[in-house]
C-alpha cells in the first residue's frame, strides 16, 4: 500500500487540476519510498527539487485560473499556497545543510496539506471554476 494513496474522493471534477494532484502525489510517494529505503542525499535531493518545482508550478496553474474567472477566494486560496511553500523552502534548506532526516518530514507535510486542501480549498475553487467555464476542463 502506498504511503500517500489518491483516492476518488479526492477528485475535484476538473481534468488538468485532478492530473496536477495526481502527480503531487505519486511525487510524494517516492519522496517516501526514497527516504524509507535510506536512499542516498543525491537521490532524495533531486525528488525534492522535482517535487518543490512541480509544487510551484501547480501553485502558478490554479493561481492563473484563480484571477482568470476571477475566483472569490483568490487571495485567502493563494496565501495558503505560499504559506506551504514557504514551509518546504525552511525543510528544503535544512535538508540541504546536511539534515537528511527533514525530508521525511517534506513528504509527511505535504501528505497531510494535500489532503486537506484538495478535499477543501481546491474543490471549492474547482466548483467556482466549473461554473464560470461551463466545464471540467480548463
Avoid: C, P
Avoid at 2 to 31: K, P
Amino acid at each position: 500500500m502506498s504511503y500517500f494513496s489518491w483516492t476518488s474522493d479526492m477528485s475535484v471534477g476538473n481534468t488538468l487540476l485532478d492530473h496536477d494532484h495526481r502527480v503531487l502525489v505519486a511525487l510524494v510517494n517516492d519522496l517516501h519510498t526514497a527516504t524509507s529505503r535510506g536512499e542516498g542525499r543525491e537521490v532524495v535531493g533531486a525528488i525534492l527539487d522535482r517535487l518543490f518545482a512541480y509544487t510551484q508550478q501547480h501553485f502558478q496553474r490554479e493561481e492563473h485560473h484563480m484571477q482568470r474567472v476571477q475566483y472569490s477566494k483568490a487571495a485567502e486560496h493563494t496565501r495558503l499556497h505560499q504559506d506551504l511553500l514557504r514551509q518546504v523552502l525552511e525543510l528544503k534548506a535544512r535538508f540541504d545543510a546536511g539534515h537528511v532526516t527533514v525530508a521525511a518530514q517534506v513528504s509527511a507535510l505535504l501528505r497531510d496539506w494535500l489532503s486537506l486542501h484538495i478535499l477543501r480549498d481546491d474543490r471549492q475553487f474547482a466548483a467556482e471554476l466549473a461554473a464560470a467555464t461551463g466545464s471540467g476542463v480548463t
